[in-house]
C-alpha cells in the first residue's frame, strides 16, 4: 500500500535551519511529484513546495521563497524540504503528498511537528 | 487571505444535505482541476473529490463535487455525525505557479 512517512521535525530557534524527509513506499516513486504542504496551529492548509517526478523542476510558495528548497533522491524514494532562517511563522505540522499530473493530492503523511522557539 | 474562498462554516441536521462552495479566478479554477479534502480533528486530510468530480475509491457517493467557470462546489448528503471535520478545496495557480487551498470550512453535523 502506498505510504509516506515524514520525520525530521522538533523545535529549533527561529533563523537556524531544518532538514524534512519524506519517505514513500509501495508505488514507483519515480512516477509522481511530491508536495509539502504545512498547517500551523489551528489554521488551514498551506501549500508549500512541489517537487516534479523526475527532479526537473520545483515551485515554492511565496511564504518561503528564498528560505526553503525541496529536492529528491529518487535512489531512496525520498524528498527533503530544507528549511533555512527559519521563522515564528514557520510553526506548523508538515505534511508531505503525492501528486499527480491534474495537482491530485492523493496520499498524505501523517505529519511531522516544526516548533520555531527561542 | 486565502486564493480560493470557502464560507468558514456549515450546519446541517443529520440525515441533510450540504453544499461547501469554493471560489476562485481565472487563474487557478477556471483552468485546473479541482480537489477536496476532509480533515478530521488531529488527523492528516484525506482526498474526497479529484479532476472536479471524480471521487476516489472507497469514498461514498453522498459525496460529489462540481465546477462551474471560476466557482467548484462540494454536495455532502445524508449527513452523519462522522462527517464532521473541515474541509477544503484546492487547485494549482497558474499566475502564482503554486498550489492553492481555501481556507477550509468547518461543517458541523447538528
Known amino acids: 500500500q502506498v505510504q509516506l512517512v515524514e520525520s525530521g521535525g522538533g523545535v529549533v530557534q527561529p533563523g537556524r535551519s531544518l532538514r524534512l524527509s519524506c519517505v514513500a513506499s509501495?508505488?514507483?516513486?519515480?512516477?509522481?511529484?511530491i508536495h509539502w504542504v504545512r498547517q500551523a496551529p489551528g489554521k488551514g492548509l498551506e501549500w508549500v513546495a512541489k517537487i516534479y517526478y523526475d527532479d526537473s523542476k520545483t515551485y515554492n510558495g511565496d511564504s518561503v521563497k528564498g528560505r526553503f528548497s525541496i529536492s529528491r533522491d529518487n535512489s531512496k524514494n525520498t524528498v527533503y524540504l530544507q528549511m533555512n532562517n527559519l521563522r515564528d511563522e514557520d510553526t506548523a505540522v508538515y505534511y508531505c503528498a503525492r501528486g499527480d499530473g491534474q495537482h491530485t493530492l492523493d496520499y498524505w503523511g501523517q505529519g511531522t511537528l516544526v516548533t520555531i522557539s527561542s | 487571505q486565502s486564493v480560493l474562498t470557502q464560507p468558514p462554516s456549515v450546519s446541517a441536521a443529520p440525515g441533510q444535505k450540504v453544499t461547501i462552495s469554493c471560489s476562485g479566478s481565472?487563474?487557478?479554477?477556471?483552468?485546473?482541476?479541482v480537489s477536496w479534502f476532509q480533515q478530521l480533528p488531529g488527523t492528516a486530510p484525506k482526498l474526497l473529490i479529484f479532476?472536479?468530480?471524480r471521487r476516489p475509491s472507497g469514498i461514498p457517493d453522498r459525496f460529489s463535487g462540481s465546477k462551474s467557470g471560476t466557482s467548484a462546489t462540494l454536495d455532502i448528503t445524508g449527513l452523519q455525525t462522522g462527517d464532521e471535520a473541515d474541509y477544503y478545496c484546492?487547485?494549482?495557480?497558474?499566475?502564482?505557479?503554486?498550489?492553492?487551498f481555501g481556507g477550509g470550512t468547518k461543517l458541523t453535523v447538528l
Open positions: 509501495g508505488f514507483t516513486f519515480t512516477s509522481y511529484g
Open positions: 484546492a487547485t494549482w495557480d497558474r499566475s502564482l505557479s503554486a498550489g492553492v
Open positions: 481565472d487563474s487557478n479554477i477556471g483552468n485546473n482541476f
Open positions: 479532476v472536479d468530480d
